[in-house]
């Protein structure tokens, strides 16, 4: 099985294997490019729960 990619929040760069220390990379993700998107996909995510949150704050789900 091939390494999985991560991404290094220190390098600012997606690293295959686990090449530095945990609390400094994200993933695994399945393949380069999307280890290149990690910070893109996490500002997406919180996009979408901090809408959650407003909704759910604000009675309307």
């Given at each position: 099985m091939a390494?999985?990619?991560?991404y290094c929040l220190k390098h600012q760069r997606?690293?295959?294997g686990r090449q530095c220390w945990?609390?400094?990379r994200m993933g695994p993700y399945p393949d380069?490019?999307?280890?290149e998107r990690a910070l893109?996909?996490?500002k997406a995510r919180n996009v979408?729960?901090?809408a959650k949150d407003r909704s759910w704050r604000d009675g309307d789900n």
């Open positions: 390494e999985r990619w991560y997606a690293e295959q945990f609390r400094d380069q490019t999307t280890a893109d996909i996490v979408s729960e901090d």
